[in-house]
């Protein structure tokens, strides 16, 4: 996919690339620390750990995921590192108002090009044996308020989210996606045993999100899962993890038991 003129890929920290979005007047990932780095440290990895610790006990035969956004497709390509529980069946739902950015995501991501074009003509493909990906094309806003009843009509084994990825543009530039009501929202899309992972940590998110019903959780990434995770990517992308990580947030009806997560008071 050819990019449009008004579209171009910069290199962040650790190498990978990352996108400005001049509607928002922000970057899609954050410059610093690096697009591939954040995304795996802080969305990946927390899921990751919760499934391992999963299996062990009774894992699921299938896990439900909402990318909320979509973005530059970092977190649901990235989320393909899930094949490798393959007793399991994974569903991503992404959610994403600007149809430019699939062409922004085709440059990043090693994904055949038979996939790319099912994403690009119809919104769906399966990108790994075991995981399939579908995008809805609009405002999360409005597609949320009808996600639960709209996938339920669509598939009968729906009975809500096992993870979902928040993350949005940020609070300052995004604020109708970190509000309490957004929380509400998605306190009722996520199983009882389901987690939020998301990259913020500022006050007023977290209020908002224990004032819809949410316990909150402080994450920092266990250096060894990150370096793992890495290493099993290494050949589809070609970057350096930043030494430089921040801590983000982990939101869940029931406390949970994850690696490197402490309760917030």
């Given at each position: 996919m050819e990019l449009p003129p008004n579209l171009r890929l910069i290199s962040s920290k650790d190498g990978s690339l990352n996108a400005f979005n001049a509607h928002f007047g922000e970057h899609y990932a954050n410059m610093g620390e690096g697009a591939f780095s954040e995304k795996l440290a802080k969305h990946i990895?927390?899921?990751?750990?919760?499934?391992?610790?999963?299996?062990a006990k009774s894992p699921k035969p299938q896990v439900w995921i909402l990318d909320l956004?979509?973005?530059?497709?970092?977190?649901?390509?990235?989320?393909?590192?899930?094949?490798?529980?393959?007793?399991?069946?994974?569903?991503?739902?992404?959610?994403e108002l600007d149809r430019q950015n699939l062409a922004l995501a085709s440059k990043i991501h090693a994904l055949d090009s038979s996939s790319m074009a099912q994403l690009e003509s119809s919104g769906q493909a399966r990108i790994a044996h075991n995981v399939s990906l579908q995008i809805f094309w609009g405002d999360?806003?409005?597609l949320l308020a009808d996600l639960q009843t709209n996938l339920a009509q669509r598939y009968s084994h729906f009975h809500g989210f096992d993870v979902i990825y928040q993350d949005p543009f940020s609070y300052e530039k995004?604020?109708?996606l970190w509000d309490f009501r957004h929380f509400c929202t998605l306190a009722s899309l996520l199983k009882d045993s389901g987690i939020i992972t998301t990259y913020a940590t500022r006050k007023e998110v977290i209020a908002n999100a224990q004032q819809a019903g949410l316990l909150a959780y402080r994450y920092k990434v266990d250096p060894r899962t990150l370096a793992m995770l890495s290493q099993m990517c290494a050949r589809f992308y070609p970057s350096?993890?930043?030494?430089?990580?921040?801590?983000?947030?982990?939101?869940s009806k029931a406390?949970?038991?994850?690696?490197?997560?402490?309760?917030?008071?």
């Open positions: 990895a927390p899921v990751w750990e919760a499934l391992a610790a999963n299996q956004c979509f973005g530059l497709g970092y977190n649901a390509l990235l989320s393909r590192l899930f094949s490798a529980f393959d007793q399991m069946e994974f569903c991503i739902i992404s959610i999360a806003c409005a995004n604020r109708e350096s993890l930043s030494t430089h990580k921040r801590s983000s947030s982990i939101f406390p949970i038991n994850i690696s490197g997560s402490t309760a917030r008071s």
